[in-house]
């Protein structure tokens, strides 16, 4: 299981949602092979850059990372 927080806090250089978003889709990709392990949403991003469907995106872009591994 992948925590949002964790992530976030974890690469601290993250200043926006879109740098968060790429850093998501790398997580997704080093994940080891097995089961899927779902990306938690613990935590609301708060950067100004963040869109209202910000959980939509961040799916997405964990999907896109799992898929390209």
Same mark, same amino acid.
């Given at each position: 299981?992948t925590?949002?927080?964790q992530?976030?806090s #974890?690469?601290?250089s993250?200043?926006s !949602?879109?740098s968060l +978003?790429r850093? /998501?889709? /790398?997580a @997704?990709?080093s +994940?080891p092979?097995g089961? $899927?392990?779902?990306?938690?949403f #613990? /935590? =609301?991003?708060e !950067?100004r850059? &963040?869109? $209202?469907?910000w #959980?939509l995106?961040? &799916?997405a872009?964990y =999907? $896109?990372?799992?898929? @390209? $591994?």
């Open positions: 299981m925590l949002l927080s992530l976030i #974890d690469n601290p993250i200043d !949602f879109w +978003e850093c /998501v889709s /790398v @997704a990709r +994940e092979h089961p $899927r392990s779902p990306l938690m #613990d /935590v =609301e991003p !950067f850059s &963040t869109p $209202r469907k #959980d995106i961040l &799916t872009a =999907e $896109r990372g799992m898929r @390209a $591994r």
